[in-house]
């Protein structure tokens, strides 16, 4: 069964000990922050949990961060199926999106507050790089409209608290979100806006993929999860927003009113620049009863922005790779989660066809985003192993003849701090593209045949050494000795 709402998903991440409740009073304005960077700088990747703070300092609202995105098993829960199969579940989803449906009611308008009465104030807003962030802010999925075709939007855009009843929305110039917007703005109309906080979780994951203009994820999130999201329409804006959220925020940005967004903690693990962007002014806010705030952690990497946006978007270039390019040698793709989505490292497994198929499929992809690395190896690595497209690098790349560099890329400052000369003047990226497929076979692996490794796992039990899951990297090796 696909999960109703966010609280369903809690209860499952409960039952696999992903989750953790703090019953501790902690101060939004520094410790729930500070708390979940822990999480991220100190646990392994696999012993990451979700955090529900159930005791804020000023608030009877719980904050929930980190239980989407702790770890790709959060994720993997998320869409219920292994982390292996997380890049099919998304591919199947864009293959066959599923339309919403709009209802008559819906529990995220259990309480309706309007014009005045929807304070800010009410809800915990959280500081994420304490001591240095201009202000608290939002980090939630942000529904848009485009005027002109009535199709709605989804994307995460940083929302700076302004005051009681108005925000400063990152919407930078190329997102679509901004691009919906302008459709209202530019001819002199407000644009209407809404925050949807702790949605169920696949309109959460599909909010973060990027997707063409004009496709909009909340098919995607139906496609995810296997039957139609329901919408209700908003109380104060004209907008359809997810039924089952614990609350929703309504808003206008009004034209011509822009306002200084920033410094706050970036993606990219610095502090990021101040920008002038849309100022919106809150006209309602809805909630379910006792609800939840759920606000992404992200700055420094490792994040939950990085893991959901990594873990989302490979699937989206493995789609476009194999369905829309047509190269189906094209078998998966991983994107570290260093940097998160389209901005990371993209390593590419395929079954090459011919001389300089690794290469050209290195070079589509570098064209179809914006990547700074990318390295493709052959289909017996395991792209999520590091250790072993390390091997595959040492034992099949030869770098002069296997390189490519792309220069004079774009990249907005703020996204790469790498950008610059000694100076600190702005200077154009370039990409690389690391062919480390094999270019002939140098003969069999250096394992002992299948069959006695077979044989000798029995014998490691016999001597009473430690259990171990065989890896990946592993199989792989040994299905080919
Ligand atoms: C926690 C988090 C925060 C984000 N903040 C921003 C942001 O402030 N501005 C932005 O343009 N993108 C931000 N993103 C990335 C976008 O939400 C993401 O790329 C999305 O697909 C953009 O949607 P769009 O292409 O429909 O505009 C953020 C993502 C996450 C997960």
């Not at 995220?108 to 014009?115: D, F, I, K, R, W």
């Not at 699937?315 to 047509?326: A, E, N, P, S």
Request: glycine letters at 8%; hydrophobic letters at 40%.
């Amino acid at each position: 069964m696909p999960y109703r709402d966010m609280r369903d998903y809690l209860a499952t991440l409960e039952q696999h000990s992903l989750l953790r409740r703090v019953a501790k009073e902690v101060d939004r304005n520094w410790e729930v922050a500070c708390l979940a960077k822990w999480l991220y700088q100190a646990l392994p990747v696999e012993r990451r949990f979700g955090l529900l703070f159930q005791n804020v300092k000023g608030s009877d609202i719980p904050i929930v961060t980190a239980a989407l995105g702790a770890s790709p098993h959060s994720v993997a829960l998320a869409l219920q199926c292994d982390v292996e199969e997380i890049n099919g579940k998304v591919v199947a989803a864009l293959r066959a999106p599923i339309k919403p449906k709009t209802v008559g009611s819906g529990v995220c308008q259990e309480n309706v507050l309007l014009g005045e009465m929807a304070s800010l104030t009410a809800l915990p807003i959280v500081t994420w790089t304490p001591g240095k962030d201009k202000a608290p802010y939002i980090t939630t999925n942000v529904v848009t409209r485009d005027h002109g075709t009535g199709i709605q939007n989804m994307g995460v855009y940083r929302t700076m608290l302004r005051d009681e009843h108005s925000v400063v929305v990152n919407l930078g110039p190329g997102r679509q979100g901004a691009r919906n917007v302008r459709t209202w703005t530019d001819g002199g109309k407000a644009a209407p806006i809404a925050w949807v906080i702790a949605a169920e979780p696949a309109v959460h994951l599909a909010t973060v993929a990027n997707l063409a203009y004009g496709k909009d994820e909340i098919d995607f999130a139906g496609g995810l999860k296997g039957e139609p999201v329901h919408l209700v329409r908003a109380k104060s804006v004209d907008l359809l927003v997810p039924a089952n959220s614990e609350i929703v925020i309504e808003g206008e940005v009004r034209p011509g009113e822009l306002e200084d967004e920033g410094p706050f903690g970036e993606f990219a693990g610095v502090m990021g620049a101040v920008a002038k962007r849309p100022v919106a002014h809150i006209t309602a806010i809805t909630y379910r009863t006792r609800p939840l705030f759920y606000g992404y952690t992200s700055q420094m990497p490792p994040s939950e922005s990085t893991t959901i946006q990594s873990l989302m978007n490979a699937g989206v270039i493995l789609h476009m790779m194999r369905d829309c390019i047509g190269d189906d040698a094209v078998q998966d793709v991983w994107i570290d989660q260093t940097f998160g989505g389209l901005l990371a490292h993209a390593i590419v497994a395929i079954t090459p066809t011919g001389d300089g198929h690794g290469k050209r499929v290195g070079r589509t992809v570098a064209d179809i985003a914006p990547f700074k690395r990318i390295t493709v190896v052959d289909a017996d690595v395991d792209i999520r192993d590091p250790s072993h497209v390390d091997w595959a690098l040492n034992a099949r790349f030869n770098p002069h003849r296997d390189t490519v560099i792309i220069d004079d890329v774009n990249v907005p400052l703020h996204m790469d701090p790498s950008v610059r000369d000694a100076r600190g003047n702005a200077t154009p990226s370039s990409k690389i593209i690391i062919d480390a497929t094999q270019k002939f076979d140098p003969g069999p692996l250096s394992l002992p045949s299948r069959d006695l490794m077979m044989k000798a796992l029995d014998a490691w039990k016999d001597c009473h050494l430690p259990d171990f899951q065989m890896p990946k990297r592993a199989r792989l090796r040994i299905e080919k000795s």
